[in-house]
């Protein structure tokens, strides 16, 4: 439940990126920037000490996906809290099988961008997972899934192709051209999931919005990305369990061998990619093998890639925010903020714990 309901607030402090002395008030949910007579003031003395940013995003986050696929409502209820927890209070839902556009209408529960369910070709993907068609399904799939989700589409881009022994694409070139362009047709932005480098080409050339992972990144996919504008979201964190995957895979030598390769050539890559301009979002993968709550891990992640510690925690809060359309702090918008005794560039040990967590105007712990 949250600390307080009724009536105005006042919250005071630092805001970032540029660290300059702020105050807010918070009526009926929304902010505004002019004094409230009567506001409670909730945060920060008169000496402006501590510090006050939009609610944190996490750009990949799987509300309603559990290990083995679908999971009951009052689970991804349990997730989506856990999110609030940390002050991830936007999540850009990167694919899920579970129907959870009903807790939308929670008041207590964090924002959330949905992409629909993932789109693949059968048995080249997590069983249960995707909605599972034929190639030359796939632009009118991507027209529904558009139709039904939050302003994004989610594509397998790259899998397992048991045959071959390693990744391998999942779509033709011309197909993934006429999927992307239906989605553009109905006011979708499409990602996709790719580990490896051979997906790559064809679907920056055709006109994808992201990309997810993309550890297998290589110069020229790089230099593609900047010339689409393409964005990156690397999900660092999930990238460390590619020796485990490649581990469970020994029957098949090449690709275990090849997870191995991208996991040792990730950090590098990623950076060579924000290096040259590719903009970089944080993004957990939380919601199977990444547990949820780890945004402000990955911030830290992002930190190894070359980020500066104001960058890194841009990613997952004012830039993120612009990036998907959303509002940070400004007048007339929504009063999902968060307040920090310390410094959250300090890390994640303070980043992951915010003194207080305000969302719709509600204020947590």
């Not at 940013?53 to 989506?80: K, R, S, T």
């Not at 790089?222 to 020994?250: K, Q, S, Y």
Request: aromatic fraction near 6%.
């Amino acid at each position: 439940m949250p600390l307080h309901v009724r009536g105005p607030l006042h919250v005071r402090g630092q805001s970032l990126p540029d660290g300059e002395p702020v105050q807010w008030w918070i009526v009926d949910g929304v902010l505004s920037a002019e004094p409230v007579a009567g506001a409670d003031t909730a945060f920060g003395a008169d000496g402006y000490g501590g510090w006050i940013v939009p609610g944190l995003v996490d750009a990949h986050c799987h509300v309603g996906l559990g290990a083995h696929g679908p999971i009951p409502l009052d689970e991804a209820v349990a997730q989506a809290e856990t999110e609030r927890d940390v002050g991830a209070l936007l999540l850009r839902d990167a694919g899920s099988p579970t129907d959870t556009r009903s807790l939308d209408e929670r008041e207590d529960l964090p924002r959330i961008i949905r992409a629909g369910r993932h789109l693949a070709r059968p048995m080249r993907y997590v069983r249960g997972v995707a909605n599972e068609i034929d190639e030359s399904e796939l632009p009118l799939a991507v027209a529904e899934q558009a139709r039904w989700g939050d302003g994004w589409v989610k594509l397998v881009g790259d899998w397992i192709d048991r045959d071959l022994g390693d990744l391998a694409p999942l779509w033709s070139d011309d197909v993934l051209v006429a999927a992307i362009d239906a989605a553009h047709a109905n006011g979708a932005r499409v990602t996709a999931h790719v580990f490896g480098e051979d997906a790559l080409p064809g679907l920056i050339a055709a006109g994808i919005d992201c990309i997810e992972h993309g550890s297998g990144l290589t110069d020229a996919t790089i230099d593609m990305m900047v010339a689409h504008g393409t964005a990156l979201v690397p999900t660092l964190i999930n990238v460390e369990n590619f020796p485990g995957i490649a581990d469970a895979a020994a029957r098949f030598p090449a690709y275990a061998a090849h997870m191995r390769a991208l996991h040792a050539s990730c950090y590098p890559r990623i950076a060579a990619a924000r290096e040259a301009g590719v903009r970089v979002y944080a993004g957990s993968d939380a919601g199977s093998t990444v547990a949820h709550g780890r945004i402000a891990d990955e911030i830290d992640a992002l930190k190894n890639i070359g980020m500066t510690p104001t960058e890194a925690f841009g990613a997952a809060s004012w830039a993120a925010r612009e990036w998907l359309g959303r509002p940070g702090l400004r007048h007339g918008a929504p009063a999902d903020l968060l307040c920090y005794a310390e410094d959250p560039r300090n890390g994640a040990a303070v980043a992951g714990h915010p003194d207080l967590v305000i969302l719709r105007g509600r204020v947590y712990a």
